[in-house]
């Protein structure tokens, strides 16, 4: 045979410059001698064992006999007597073994005689070794017109390996094998190129023993080149979208055009396509189906359309990134409040006792993402990252959620937090906001909190601070022109106490009205504290200066004093220390009938301030004189007027006496 393992090496592989498996197939014809005949292999000369293999001979008109032999001394392999003389012939040979491997020949006979042997075929038959592993170094995406190194590697000790090349014309080359000291594996290096955009280049590697060159392994995977061309680049998108949860279902479309004859979707790092789909019918785009995502697919995908101009270019590239790895859930607030005023600043903090390394923040329609480094809080031992907000806009509403993650992991994400929904108000008058039942409420009973303005809104919102949620009702419209909606709470508790506030919209509009006023609601005897509360003095008149005392034994932070009835909010003072007591006094300053009325007094916790304790004992507070005061300072207001009258009326006289004086003094003149 005369071929040996290292007969082409390191020659670069390319189409114009390498041998077939299919021996020359000349046919040069002696002057007076039969024609040399053509021996070909259908479906073709390397076939797998146990497949079936064709043998076609070619000869001349008229021969009567068919010979081919295998290359081992002349062996005769097969004789075929023909009946009705004919110029070729077929021999099979079914459910190949190694034994089948080896180099072919065939004649024929006619009645001048037998021709000369045909040139060599030779049979390769694969699988019987394991498969080889193809690589492309670095990478199979290729700049067109460069050259690539294709890497060949096997467990297997053999000595040789061979690369194929699918295509219209089969391209080989076989090298010595090198022995990988990383690995102790053996491989081999292929130089290809310059490659070109206009074809495909899809390739198979094998090996095999230098004693047994006709036997080989199992076929490596096929491994295609990528070569981006001048072809309109496709767009490729994720579906439900590229944050996704693990386990989930999911699909990436790749859209090209309507020639496009294959579509290939490749990931970064990946040896070979992730995917290919090749339309049934002419199609401008293409779905990759992902029935469940794990670990194994996060990265970065672009995809590419094959047509018969060549190769498109690639894709922008889409950033798959699988959530609900880590079960650490954040936790997402708004600072200060989830409805924030068009123009103003926002701050989105989110907290987790999970250790992550950054926390990522994210809008549901994808507007908005942005990753921040993790900080360890010392005094609740968490992990935070705030996401500053400038200059809210109305774009900014919406739902955002945030994830936890590791930096050597980047896509691969925490379960999220609860969504929290952005309100932007400010565009319209503020709604007023008030309870029908007061300020301070005892547990068990029912709270309502109306929501009114003299604007028509169609809808209004009730807000608590420290919630991620609204409560959303339909706003009534009353005769008198008001818009106005009932917050009926039916079991008030603990969990009631806060600060509320309401806002108006329109239907047509996606934006808030400025906020009402805040509404403080109290919850009384949350703690085992009895306040008492006095009056000094004890006799009060109109315009007198009174103080309303309230005092305690045990330690609180504040204290709260409330009139019975009242539309304002109650008072707070903060304690002080007296002679083992706490208090505070309430001054009243100079007194009107106005504040006549009843006073309970509570206690309040830093940690709490809407948890009051029991209330006082009430105390009445009644303003006297009133009414005869009254009366004087309108008999005071009354003398005023006549004085003035008087004032005016004498000057006039004195105007008119000194005219007449001067028009006297005129006349003497």
Request: hydrophobic letters at 30%.
């Amino acid at each position: 045979m005369g071929r040996t393992c290292s007969s082409l090496r390191d020659k670069p592989l390319t189409e114009n410059s390498l041998p077939g498996l299919t021996l020359g197939l000349g046919t040069p014809v002696l002057t007076g001698a039969l024609p040399k005949p053509v021996l070909r292999a259908q479906p073709h000369s390397v076939v797998s064992k146990k497949n079936n293999v064709t043998f076609l001979c070619e000869g001349a008109t008229g021969a009567k006999e068919y010979r081919i032999y295998k290359e081992a001394y002349q062996n005769l392999r097969h004789i075929e007597i023909s009946q009705n003389p004919k110029n070729k012939n077929e021999f099979s040979i079914s459910k190949l073994d190694y034994h089948h491997a080896g180099q072919y020949r065939c004649q024929y006979q006619t009645l001048d005689g037998w021709s000369e042997y045909s040139d060599s075929l030779e049979l390769v038959v694969t699988g019987f070794y394991s498969k080889p592993r193809l690589s492309a170094q670095p990478s199979p995406e290729v700049t067109e017109g460069r050259n690539v190194t294709l890497q060949c590697d096997s467990q297997q000790a053999h000595h040789c390996f061979i690369l194929t090349k699918e295509g219209p014309q089969q391209l080989s080359r076989t090298l010595d094998s090198r022995c990988n000291t990383y690995t102790g594996q053996l491989q081999a290096l292929f130089s290809v190129g310059p490659v070109t955009s206009s074809q495909r280049w899809i390739f198979r590697c094998y090996s095999f023993d230098k004693n047994s060159p006709q036997v080989w392994s199992e076929p490596s995977d096929p491994l295609e080149l990528v070569v981006p061309g001048t072809l309109h680049k496709p767009t490729i998108k994720a579906e439900p979208g590229h944050v996704i949860t693990f386990r989930s279902p999911m699909n990436i479309w790749c859209q090209g055009t309507l020639d496009a004859e294959i579509y290939v979707l490749h990931k970064e790092g990946s040896q070979k396509p992730w995917g290919t789909q090749t339309p049934e019918k002419p199609e401008n785009e293409a779905k990759f189906s992902i029935p469940s995502v794990t670990v194994q697919h996060v990265g970065q995908y672009r995809c590419y359309y094959y047509s018969s101009a060549g190769w498109s270019e690639h894709s922008d590239t889409l950033e798959l990134v699988v959530t609900g790895i880590y079960n650490s859930k954040p936790r997402l607030t708004a600072l200060p409040s989830p409805v924030v005023t068009s123009g103003g600043n926002m701050t989105l903090q989110c907290v987790s006792w999970g250790g992550y390394d950054k926390f990522i923040l994210t809008k549901e329609d994808q507007k908005f993402l942005n990753s921040v480094d993790s900080q360890y809080i010392h005094s609740t031992r968490q992990y935070q990252a705030l996401f500053s907000i400038d200059h809210v806009t109305p774009d900014h509403k919406g739902t955002f959620r945030c994830y936890g993650y590791y930096k050597q992991t980047p896509q691969l994400w925490s379960v999220p937090s609860d969504p929290l929904e952005i309100h932007i108000s400010g565009l319209s008058k503020k709604p007023s906001l008030l309870s029908h039942q007061g300020h301070i409420l005892d547990p068990g009973k029912s709270l309502t909190m109306q929501c009114c303005s003299d604007i028509k809104y169609d809808r209004f919102a009730l807000y608590k601070l420290g919630r991620a949620d609204f409560i959303q009702k339909d706003g009534q419209w009353t005769q008198s022109g008001l818009s106005l909606v009932n917050f009926t709470l039916d079991s008030v508790s603990s969990s009631t106490g806060g600060q509320y506030r309401c806002y108006g919209a329109h239907n047509l509009s996606s934006g808030w009205s400025a906020s009402s006023d805040p509404l403080d609601i109290l919850i009384s005897g949350q703690f085992q504290v009895i306040p008492s509360l006095s009056v000094k003095p004890n006799s009060t008149g109109s315009g007198d200066n009174v103080t309303l005392l309230c005092k305690t034994a045990y330690r609180v932070d504040t204290f709260i004093l409330s009139k019975e009835g009242a539309a304002h909010p109650p008072q707070r003072l903060k304690q002080k220390l007296q002679v083992q007591e706490f208090q505070a006094e309430f001054s009243m300053g100079a007194v009107t009938s106005d504040v006549s009325g009843t006073y309970r007094c509570y206690c309040s916790q830093n940690s709490s301030l809407y948890l009051l304790s029991y209330g006082s004992a009430p105390v009445e507070l009644t303003v006297s004189g009133s009414e005869k005061r009254d009366h004087t300072v309108e008999n005071l207001i009354r003398m005023g007027f006549a004085v003035m009258i008087l004032i005016v009326l004498g000057i006039l006289v004195f105007e008119a006496w000194e005219s007449q004086r001067q028009s006297q003094c005129a006349i003497r003149m």
